[in-house]
């Protein structure tokens, strides 16, 4: 499913020629603006964004965009590179670029240096996106690049219009104006920024500013949210009839979407004889369990999107038929297939970046769309924990049909704890998406090894995983062979060890993703332990890193922990003969409430026990958190380094 089209820079090159004609007031004017002092990574700085959206007595909309960008410094010259995105239904009407040389040098761009290409995006076999690219002379540091483009605006019936005013790099000045039909209607939200009201240059006709935005930036700042969550923005609804708001415009976007989508689940027989074989005649699990799992099997995710194929759904039909759809088309059959076994579903829309929807500001703007499977009345089960509950009292399981490695009634971390789309005609809401307990993430690694008195450590490790901690390597032994499962095995290693060799390595589980997957693997790691005379240092945790880099700066945005999970060792090394332990490190028992981290070591018989376990209960904390997130990695990372003392009876 994709976002709207936007007009964007990226990586391309084309020539261009010396200005012959006049060169356009707004962009001198834009260019002579005298600028703030900015951070030493800022590499560009956006002088001028310059939206003008017209909409017509028919609702169809054109939309004029002026857009001027100063290049600081080396590292800025990417965003020189001019596109400008069209497609079947958003027409380009005109384009042109201009630039100033940092010399101050004024050139235009002719039409024969333009290229038009494609713009791929991943996971799509076929879509009509293009756009025409260039990158105008002078885009060096000191240097302007600008250009204008009009087109018109997809006739998609969403009436809404996106605002994207915070974007990574600072901008000067920001104007955004929409010129509406006599007697519309319009109200505009905002996200990440107070409002602002506009002013009506025009009967009608309404204009915001914005001066002086900063850019998202993220250099240094360690566990950040996406950008596309952190950055400030506003939509502007309209339309001719009176417009609800807040919760009344999140039911009518999802009836907007349930019209549009709702004939797409119809489908022949063989959708009912294929879901009753797989879904048979179970309990509620067994049915969505044999649904989901052939969904995952065998659907692929290949997208054909062309015009409004990028919000609309292919029939069910048709994705059941070729064996392959996108998002919403796998969703969609997912509907189907339940509604034949007697379990109704619906289609939840959502975005993968958590904290780009938020319930403060009602849009259709995402970039996925998964399911929504109603539980019945007073059932529950221990492995179904991906449940929400609406505000009218229905409990739903949230799953992504898309995910071939996540059973049904769990969800991937980038997905929990966000906001999504409810698609049930009058009763589409806005809901947040479950944040899974830690018990629905394990990790359980249990390892035994013996040491040598020349510090050669041999044994083998067993790791049993569940949920997210299974998922890549689910991947891994489904869809690699042999060669790149030896590889990944190694890099992993590659974290704890110098020099090690790998003596075998299995899998069990890999495919039954409503079973825990178990991964063995031995080595042999020469050196492991260091000799100081008649001393060794043994570092008893041998593999496996929690810690993430941070650091003490003050800190402004969110902290994003990543995923929510329990994860436990037990490691046991057998001590070579003649020696015995001489000193252990502390134990660590450390609880902040959104996250643990405790370790016991203890040498009982020639053989030296490390356990620990950690633990996080929380996806996101406040920027305050950050002094505890660092006391947390510092101990974390201290006890994975910290050495017992091995010394020669």
């Known amino acids: 499913m994709k976002l709207p089209l936007l007009l964007m820079f990226l990586g391309l090159g084309a020539a261009a020629a010396r200005a012959a004609t006049p060169f356009p007031d707004w962009v001198v004017q834009a260019a002579a603006v005298k600028l703030p002092s900015y951070p030493a990574n800022t590499g560009a700085v956006v002088l001028l964004d310059d939206r003008l959206v017209s909409i017509g007595p028919d609702g169809r909309a054109t939309e004029r965009l002026r857009r001027v960008v100063k290049i600081l410094r080396p590292q800025g010259r990417q965003y020189g590179e001019i596109v400008a995105g069209y497609s079947k239904d958003e027409k380009l009407d005109y384009f042109h670029a201009w630039s100033i040389a940092p010399g101050g040098h004024q050139y235009a761009v002719k039409d024969q240096d333009v290229r038009d290409q494609a713009l791929g995006q991943w996971g799509i076999l076929y879509d009509d996106v293009r756009a025409r690219t260039v990158t105008p002379p002078g885009a060096d540091p000191g240097g302007v690049v600008a250009y204008e483009v009009e087109r018109r605006v997809a006739d998609y019936g969403t009436e809404e219009e996106s605002w994207h005013f915070q974007q990574d790099i600072p901008g000067v000045r920001w104007v955004l104006e929409m010129d509406l039909p006599p007697n519309w209607n319009h109200y505009d939200a905002w996200l990440h920024h107070a409002p602002v009201a506009p002013a009506e240059v025009a009967p009608n006709h309404w204009r915001w500013e914005l001066t002086d935005v900063p850019g998202i930036d993220l250099t240094d700042v ?60 179970g309990d509620f699990k067994a049915r969505i369990q044999g649904v989901a799992g052939f969904m995952q099997r065998e659907i692929r995710y290949v997208g054909i999107e062309i015009g409004i194929g990028g919000l609309q759904p292919h029939p069910a039909a048709d994705v059941f038929r070729y064996r392959y759809g996108d998002c919403k088309d796998k969703a969609t059959l997912l509907i189907a297939m339940l509604n034949a076994v007697g379990v109704r579903a619906t289609w939840v829309l959502v975005d993968t970046h958590r904290g780009f929807i938020d319930p403060v500001l009602p849009s259709i703007e995402g970039n996925h769309a998964i399911a929504a499977i109603e539980m019945p009345a007073g059932y529950s089960d221990p492995d179904l924990k991906a449940v929400v509950t609406t505000r009218g009292g229905k409990r739903y399981l949230i799953f992504d049909p898309t995910d071939t490695y996540t059973p049904v009634g769990l969800l991937r971390f980038e997905l929990q704890g966000s906001y999504g789309i409810l698609v049930a005609g009058n009763d589409s809401q806005v809901i947040q998406l479950p944040m899974l307990a830690p018990d629905a993430d394990t990790l359980e690694r249990a390892a035994s090894f013996a040491l040598n008195a020349d510090g050669t450590l041999q044994g083998t490790v067993t790791e049993t995983r569940s949920g997210e901690a299974a998922h890549a390597f689910r991947r891994l032994y489904y869809e690699e062979g042999e060669k790149e499962q030896h590889e990944a095995i190694e890099r992993r290693l590659q974290n704890d060890l110098t020099s090690f060799t790998i003596d075998s390595s299995s899998a069990q589980n890999a495919r039954e993703i409503n079973k825990s997957m178990v991964l063995q693997y031995s080595f042999t790691a020469n050196g492991y332990a260091q000799s100081t ?57 450390l609880d902040l409430g959104f996250a643990s981290y405790k370790s016991d070591i203890k040498a009982d018989g020639g053989v030296l026990h490390y356990s620990r376990e950690y633990v996080v209960r929380q996806l996101d904390l406040a920027p305050e958190k950050s002094a505890d997130v660092s006391k947390l990695m510092g101990v974390i990372n201290a006890d994975e380094n910290s050495s017992a003392v091995l010394k020669k009876k």
Do not use: C, F
Not at 248 to 266: F, S
Not at 539 to 561: E, F, M, S, T, W
């Open 222 to 281: 360690p566990m950040a949210p996406s950008p596309l969550a952190l950055a400030a923005r506003m939509v502007v609804h309209y339309g001719a009839r009176p417009l609800p708001t807040g919760d009344q415009r999140w039911t009518e976007i999802g009836n907007y979407y349930d019209t549009l989508a709702a004939n797409r689940t119809e489908g022949p027989n063989e959708i009912a004889v294929k879901s009753r074989e797989v879904g048979g005649s």
């Open 533 to 589: 005379g008649d001393l060794l240092l043994l570092r008893p945790r041998v593999v496996g890193r929690h810690a993430r880099p941070y650091n003490n700066k003050p800190r402004a945005y969110p902290i994003d922990l990543g995923e929510t999970g329990t994860w436990r060792d037990r490691i046991d090394v057998v001590l070579p003969a003649g020696y015995t332990v001489d000193d252990v490190p502390a134990s660590v028992d």
